[in-house]
């Protein structure tokens, strides 16, 4: 046999072999057929500090969402002010110089008092989850898309991550009485400004890293964020060393998830469901890590930093509830979408908190029962 004839099967097996491993090839790794949509990044800023666990909670989220989608949606996230001020986030976002954003609704209070509803005030007894569940089965997503639509915001909004109560805030000294508060320069937002202005305070309101430096600056006396870990972040132990722990002014807060509407209305409806699966998510997650970080911080406030803590006086909270009361009668007067979603938000209310106190046994008995003192979480001023 001569060599060129013992060439030729070998030829013929090499290149069957060169189809097969182009083959394999071709099936290892992902191949974007025709039509479909290149990959999208998006540019998101959180309205906190890249320090904070609120920025955290922000980096979660998008880590969720690109992973889901296998880098078919990639959401890069910036802290506040690398873009716009903490308070222009709606704006941004509703323009297009961002396509997305982490915040609170009541930070776009200056839009229309309504929108501090979510959140602010004492939410007629419902807590952050509660106000969570009127939001996405009671009517309150509906109201919300109806109230951005009159302040003209192009946006699609996603409200999500219940909040803890929070404190009254950090002050020279223990409120013992609501005249204690009386002329002092605080820090707050929403509806709590008209809140705490009807009790005689003088409020600012400021984004989360402008507190700290105005307090030990004097430009501000006292002043309320939101938690342990994000206050002993911000440097609160450091210009004070009296927190007043529970307050109504915001007791049902939750964040919320912005993207630009025209980005949002043109992504696949695959995407848009994730979106949707990767917020209930990081709501659950979000929820579970505020549990062990706030009570890790707020351990460590009272054994490393000597930070006192004092429950808020019943006199004050229920003067709290008044003047709330007072608010909402004047805003609703002066504005229809307000008393709509204030009469939705209240009916909610009435049945579902009715049916968690008769339901839910209270944790404070176990608590004593198992390590044998007081659960109360603070001194009585």
């Given amino acids: 046999m001569s060599e060129t004839k013992k060439q030729a099967p070998r030829r013929k097996f090499l290149k ?10 071709a099936l290892s790794f992902p191949m974007i057929s025709k039509g479909q949509a290149a990959p999208q990044s998006l540019r998101f800023q959180s309205t ?10 922000a980096l979660d989220f998008a880590k969720k969402v690109n992973d ?32 997305g954003g982490h915040g ?44 951005y639509k009159t302040v003209g915001a192009n946006v699609k909004s996603y409200v999500y991550g219940p909040m803890p109560t929070q404190p009254l805030g950090w002050f020279k ?64 132990p450091d210009v004070s060393k009296v927190c007043m722990l529970q307050s109504y002014h915001q007791n049902a807060e939750q964040f919320e998830i912005l993207f630009n509407g025209t980005k949002y209305n043109a992504m696949p409806a695959k995407l848009r469901n994730i979106l949707d699966y990767a917020v209930e998510a990081s709501s659950a997650d979000m929820s579970w890590k505020a549990v062990d970080r706030y ?45 709509k979603i204030v009469d939705s938000q209240k009916a909610f209310a009435k049945r579902a908190v009715k049916w968690d106190l008769d339901t839910n046994v209270q944790r404070r008995m176990a608590y004593d029962y198992y390590f044998g003192q007081p659960a109360a979480p603070a001194k009585k001023s």
């Fill in 68 to 99: 889901m989608t296998g880098g078919e949606l990639k959401i890069e996230v910036l802290p506040a002010g690398a873009v716009v001020p903490a308070f222009g986030l709606l704006d941004a976002v509703s323009k297009g110089t961002l396509d």
């Fill in 295 to 339: 009570s890790s911080a707020y351990e460590d406030m009272q054994t490393k930093q000597g930070v006192k803590f004092f429950k808020t006086p019943d006199s004050v909270l229920r003067a709290q509830l008044k003047v709330f009361d007072d608010v909402v009668a004047k805003k609703s007067a002066e504005n229809p979408i307000f008393k």
């Fill in 104 to 147: 609170v609704v009541v930070y776009h209070y200056g839009k229309n008092s309504a929108l501090a509803l979510w959140g602010s005030g004492p939410s007629f007894g419902m807590d952050a989850n509660m106000l969570l569940s009127w939001h996405k089965y009671g009517g309150g997503q509906q109201l919300l898309e109806e109230l």
């Fill in 48 to 57: 906190w500090p890249a320090k904070d666990i609120f920025h955290e909670y």
């Fill in 173 to 236: 000294k223990p409120v013992t009485k609501i005249e204690d508060m009386k002329g002092l320069k605080y820090r707050t937002v929403g509806i709590s400004i008209d809140m705490f202005t009807a009790m005689g305070v003088s409020v600012n309101a400021l984004p989360g890293g402008e507190i700290v430096p105005a307090m030990d600056r004097g430009l501000l006396d006292a002043a309320e964020f939101n938690n342990a870990s994000s206050d002993r972040q911000l440097g609160f």
């Fill in 16 to 25: 069957g072999a060169a189809v097969g491993s182009a083959g394999a090839a």
